[in-house]
């Protein structure tokens, strides 16, 4: 993939931000299976949210969005959203896994 300096066309650049997308929802998915074989290793329900965990995430992914010269208050957002989502989804997964053992 070329850097955006070297593409010649607005067809070019598009093509280009395809690729990150793809990029983008395909790490998704791996960070999802991640997220789902969290839960195994939690022992209640209420560990899943991990606030303390969240917040300390979100701070580092302003601090990384800093360097990166991204607006820190665009990624966080964007991560409050990612994390509320596999939350969520990871409520679900341990629910059913804890249903299984006690069942």
Do not use: H, T
């Amino acid at each position: 993939m070329k850097n955006a300096e070297e593409c010649q066309s607005l067809e070019e650049i598009r093509k280009c931000i395809d690729v990150i997308d793809k990029r983008i929802i395909d790490n998704l998915a791996i960070r999802s299976e991640y997220v789902k074989y969290a839960s195994k290793f939690k022992k209640s329900v209420s560990e899943v949210s991990a606030e303390e965990r969240v917040r300390a995430m979100l701070k580092l992914r302003r601090v990384w969005a800093e360097e990166d010269g991204i607006d820190p208050e665009f990624i966080e957002s964007l991560f409050k959203n990612i994390v509320q989502f596999f939350i969520a989804d990871e409520k679900l997964e341990w629910n059913k896994e804890n249903r299984i053992k006690f069942n």
